[in-house]
T-cell receptor, first 108, second 115 residues
């Protein structure tokens, strides 16, 4: 069993739909990171959170420390949101343990 | 501020050779982490350097090594290359003082192909 698991692995949505990606982890963490990776490989950090909820534009990330679970929500999805979304557990220092990623495709 | 830069962007080597990859962090960042991404294993942590010292190490063989210079620039070296070392190698920088979690800023990666 992986220390960080994401679901779903693949997700196809229509433009405008509300999207949720889930992440469960089994290790103790100091923070949970959500990353976005576009074709070509570049990775952008979306959120780093250790409790509660954070919002940035149409993106919302939540974490439940007791249940070891985090979710990434995208409201009013757009084709430019198409990317791989990766959750990563921050264990110690800058060391990250990654989930397998969720390939999101948003169709116009 | 300039972002994280990595050189070279693409590299082709043959089995048995060695390779050195370079990473320049965002100005002021003292932590540099290296990651390997492959289709089979996904993203995996290689090591982290902070103030010229290796602070964390992942589960990779000794053929993978790194160092950090006084200006925080970092290099990683892979010796005796194997086909399975073909991957995208990413570095990321952050403030990460005292081992606290900080947002990591990723470079564009170096895509290594071993033939």
């Amino acid at each position: 069993k992986n220390e960080v698991e994401q679901s779903p692995q693949n997700l196809t949505a229509q433009e405008g739909e509300f999207i949720t990606i889930n992440c469960s982890y089994s290790v103790g963490i100091s923070a949970l990171h959500w990353l976005q990776q576009h074709p070509g490989g570049g990775i952008v950090s979306l959120f780093m959170l250790s409790s509660g909820k954070k919002k940035h534009g149409r993106l919302i990330a939540t974490i439940n420390i007791q249940e070891k679970h985090s979710s990434l929500h995208i409201t009013a999805s757009h084709p430019r949101d198409s990317a791989v979304y990766i959750c990563a557990a921050g264990v110690s220092g800058s060391r990250l343990t990654f989930g397998e990623g969720t390939q999101l495709t948003v169709n116009p | 501020k300039a972002g994280v830069t990595q050189t070279p962007r693409y590299l082709i080597k043959t089995r048995g050779q060695q390779v050195t990859l370079s990473c320049s962090p965002i100005s002021g960042h003292r932590s540099v982490s290296w990651y390997q991404q492959t289709p089979g294993q996904g993203l995996q942590f290689l090591f982290e350097y902070f103030s010229e010292t290796q602070r964390n190490k992942g589960n990779f063989p000794g053929r993978f090594s790194g160092r950090q210079f006084s200006n925080s620039r970092s290099e990683m070296n892979v010796s005796t290359l194997e086909l399975g070392d073909s991957a995208l190698y990413l570095c990321a920088s952050s403030h990460a003082d005292r081992g606290n979690q900080q947002t990591q800023y990723f470079g564009p990666g170096t895509r290594l192909l071993v033939l």
